[in-house]
């Protein structure tokens, strides 16, 4: 009786197995995260009316807020998302405005955002009447 020859050697077979563990393993992860998405968040802001009625929350982006309500976002202390509901600030300034904040410590006048970098006069022209220093 002819011994038979294997194809693949032990190394080989656990290194299938391996391979074979870690695409399981891929997909059941894929799998568990596509099922467990949440929302993102949603961002609140108070406006300020004109009127002496107390202060409603509103989701709606600044961009679309009426001129006699008078959003105010806390330089020294809105997250980066925030700044984002500004016209002409993105993810990448959003998130400069917060690093400078970090490294440089509160904001003391909002002429100091100009300091940021990509942020100009006519970008700080449009955002400034939306900003407090509080």
Do not use: H
Not at 15 to 41: V, W
């Amino acid at each position: 009786m002819t011994e038979r020859k294997n194809i693949f050697s032990k190394g080989d077979i656990w290194a299938i197995l391996f391979l074979l563990a870690c695409i399981l393993i891929g997909g059941a992860i894929m799998i568990y995260q596509k099922s467990n998405r949440n929302k993102p968040p949603e961002l609140i802001i108070e406006t300020v009316s004109s009127s002496n009625r107390p202060l409603m929350p509103t989701k709606a982006p600044l961009r679309t807020a009426s001129a006699s309500q008078m959003p105010s976002i806390n330089l020294n202390t809105a997250p980066a998302d925030s700044f984002e509901l500004l016209d002409g600030i993105g993810p990448v300034y959003a998130e400069r405005i917060v690093e400078y904040r970090s490294n440089n410590g509160s904001f003391r006048s909002l002429e100091e955002l100009l300091e940021v970098k990509g942020i100009g006069p006519v970008v700080f022209e449009n955002i400034k009447n939306y900003l407090t220093l509080e």
